[in-house]
């Protein structure tokens, strides 16, 4: 081979490599590059929808980066499909809603896909939620492994599937899920109310300091094929995998379940189904008044350290 047949081979294996090298390079949208201010006076919205679509398009694994700042958004929207899962980072970051109701554009503020969780976040210290409205085909709001310090006020959720922590124990080394806070939300014709869910049989964790205080649950649904799984108040080791029965190995303490009112729709309002290899350690019960429109609401528990708290309906964990 001549010399100018050797460079030209050698180009072209340059050109291939780097070719290979930008097929799986991992995207990272940072919104500050992309052009938000990040100032609580400009309207960012426009730049973080766009680069929410830059990351949707990129190669997977991909990550918005939204840098600490106020970001004011008349209106941002979060759809897909996407070519893979995408990471927000948002540590120290504030999204901001107009402080005039004339200047929303349209019906909604944060728009997110459909079926799918309207909020999930795992591996976060800190983080407020605050008058919300989300609709969705699955959780409204849930947290899952290492997700820590978090508080959800005045905020509603419908159609969706309700608040939730976990699902828990599923993967090997997860991070204890603790100080998660739920309070004075509404729920409005989901398929569940608040629950705390876990794999059974699986791996280890932990969830403690998990409260839900205030909550009002209206004409809330379900599917007549999925009764079991629908319940007001619930917590429960699902066994997803029909080759893995036992109970789960992870364990939930220090919970708080008060001053939930309104109507459920199973007759089982308040369900709490623990492990029998780690039983629920101090559960406090406290002022529950859910009614069931086709008869008594009742509740179940096993595997629950209970403490019940005041007038409850219906009779919480009775002998």
Not at 285 to 293: M, P, Q, S
Request: net charge positive; aromatic share 6%.
């Amino acid at each position: 081979m001549d010399r100018d047949g050797y460079i030209g081979v050698m180009a072209l294996y340059c050109l291939l490599f780097m070719a290979l090298i930008g097929t799986n390079h991992a995207t990272v949208v940072n919104v500050k590059t992309k052009g938000a201010k990040g100032d609580g006076v400009t309207d960012d919205g426009p730049v973080i929808t766009r680069a929410w679509k830059e990351a949707c398009a990129g190669a997977s694994p991909s990550s918005l980066v939204i840098p600490p700042g106020i970001y004011l958004a008349v209106a941002i929207e979060l759809s897909g499909p996407c070519k893979g899962p995408i990471k927000v980072i948002a540590k120290g970051a504030t999204i901001k809603a107009p402080p005039k109701l004339g200047m929303f554009k349209k019906d909604g503020w944060i728009t997110i896909i459909a079926n799918t969780d309207g909020i999930h976040t795992m591996r976060l210290n800190g983080l407020n939620i605050t008058n919300a409205t989300i609709k969705t085909g699955d959780d409204c709001i849930s947290f899952g492994d290492g997700s820590k310090n978090v508080y959800v006020q005045k905020s509603t959720c419908g159609p969706g599937h309700g608040f939730g922590i976990g699902s828990l124990g599923k993967y090997p080394n997860e991070e204890p899920v603790k100080g998660i806070y739920f309070r004075n939300c509404t729920l409005t014709g989901t398929a569940n109310g608040v629950r705390i869910k876990t794999w059974a049989a699986m791996h280890p964790g932990a969830a403690s300091d998990i409260h839900f205080e205030d909550i009002i649950m209206n004409n809330l649904n379900l599917r007549p094929s999925d009764l079991a799984r629908h319940y007001s108040i619930h917590t429960s080791n699902y066994v997803f995998d029909s080759n893995n029965f036992g109970p789960s190995k992870v364990q939930l303490s220090n919970l708080t379940f008060r001053k939930i009112r309104g109507t459920s729709a199973t007759q089982v309002a308040v369900k709490l189904s623990c492990s029998q290899g780690l039983p629920c350690d101090n559960v406090e019960v406290a002022n529950i008044n859910l009614k069931f429109k086709g008869g008594t609401a009742t509740s179940k528990c096993s595997n629950a350290i209970t403490k019940v708290v005041g007038p409850n309906v219906p009779d919480i964990c009775p002998a």
